[in-house]
């Protein structure tokens, strides 16, 4: 079993920046961010190196193998991408925001992000 533990989630004003944490209990291949506004569905947000399309050019994703441990930077941040962020992983292929969120193993407790305009 690996646990996963978030932080860094916080209130932003538009156009701010907040970096996401995510610290794995142990290694594992793929890591990957999910978020979840209300009323929606769960989307991936990044993983490996692939983004949502929403958030591409603003949101960076980064790993440090030797921490186990997996980033995530987020610049101009907008008032949709509130949400709560949830870090996700699993051991499989393909590490990409195309992978279903059932075929990830280990979940995060979830990090709010609030962004007011």
């Known amino acids: 079993q690996v646990q996963l533990v978030e932080s860094g989630g916080g209130s932003v004003q538009a ?34 190196a692939d983004y949502a399309q929403s958030v591409e050019g603003r949101f960076t994703i980064s790993r440090d193998y030797d921490k186990n441990t997996v980033y995530l930077q987020m610049n101009a941040l907008k008032s949709e991408d509130t949400a709560m962020y949830y870090c996700a992983a699993k051991n499989s292929v393909p590490c990409s925001v195309r992978a279903p969120s059932s075929r990830f193993s280990y979940w995060g407790q979830g990090t709010q992000v609030t962004v007011s305009s």
């Open 15 to 48: 156009g701010g920046s907040l970096r996401l944490s995510c610290a794995a209990s142990g290694s594992i291949y793929c890591m990957a961010w999910f978020r979840q506004a209300p009323g929606k569905e769960r989307e991936a947000v990044a993983a490996g």
